[in-house]
């Protein structure tokens, strides 16, 4: 199992990014994904988890109507479009894959304990 996050940068508050999850060595197409983040402020968090064909997503209340997931079976990716970014959201991004495959599960205890290397988001004020 490998997975590749990418599109971390440094961003003023209010703006937009957008994260991508490459994933590879495991059947993609057959998993629930997450993406999670290690903020200062709240350590580790779950953000946000998309099912299998994409069309159920899950959001924590704290980033709710402003973050998007997505993923691209196709392409063995996910993303995660961020706007109207926050300080608070400064951290890094990982995302990771499901416990067990065609397992629908959209909870903070349903990924993998391992991930990729992550993506460094920092929002300044």
């Known amino acids: 199992v490998e997975l590749l996050e990418s599109g971390g940068g440094l961003v003023q508050s209010g703006g937009s990014l957008r994260l991508s999850c490459a994933a590879s060595?495991?059947?993609?197409?057959?998993?629930?994904m997450y993406w999670i983040r290690q903020t200062s402020g709240k350590g580790l968090e779950w953000v946000s988890s998309?099912?299998?064909?994409?069309?159920?997503?899950y959001y924590a209340d704290s980033v709710k109507g402003r973050f998007t997931v997505s993923r691209d079976n196709t392409k063995n990716t996910m993303y995660l479009q961020m706007n109207n970014l926050k300080s608070e959201d400064t951290g890094e991004y990982f995302c990771?894959?499901?416990?067990?495959?065609?397992?629908?599960?959209?909870?903070?205890?349903?990924?993998?304990?391992?991930w990729g290397p992550g993506t460094l988001v920092t929002v300044s004020s």
């Open positions: 998309i099912n299998i064909g994409g069309d159920n997503t």
């Open positions: 990771a894959k499901g416990k067990k495959m065609d397992v629908a599960c959209p909870g903070s205890g349903c990924y993998d304990p391992y």
């Open positions: 060595g495991f059947m993609f197409s057959r998993y629930w």
